[in-house]
């Protein structure tokens, strides 16, 4: 597996694009395949890349809640006017 050596920070997964394909375009505009690989053990997280065959260089997006969540077991939730003091 090629290592990512570019990052981009996301706060959901949320990702616009051709969903049937997992297709998103980059900020170039130019074609990802979006690809999600889970963790394969309780410390690892899931990872996702943006992936171009043709390009050198391979993406990996940080989704922020699903990372907090993984590797530091801190969960994110609404807050209601009971919780504000």
Avoid at 35 to 59: E, M, W
């Amino acid at each position: 597996m090629r290592q990512a050596d570019r990052g981009v920070l996301a706060t959901s997964r949320k990702i616009p694009g051709d969903r049937r394909r997992n297709i998103v375009k980059d900020i170039n505009r130019e074609e990802r395949k979006l690809s999600i690989i889970g963790p394969v053990d309780p410390s690892d997280y899931t990872r996702y890349f943006l992936d171009n065959p043709r390009k050198a260089h391979r993406i990996e997006v940080f989704v922020l809640k699903d990372y907090l969540s993984q590797k530091l077991k801190l969960e994110f939730r609404p807050r209601t006017a009971a919780d504000i003091y």
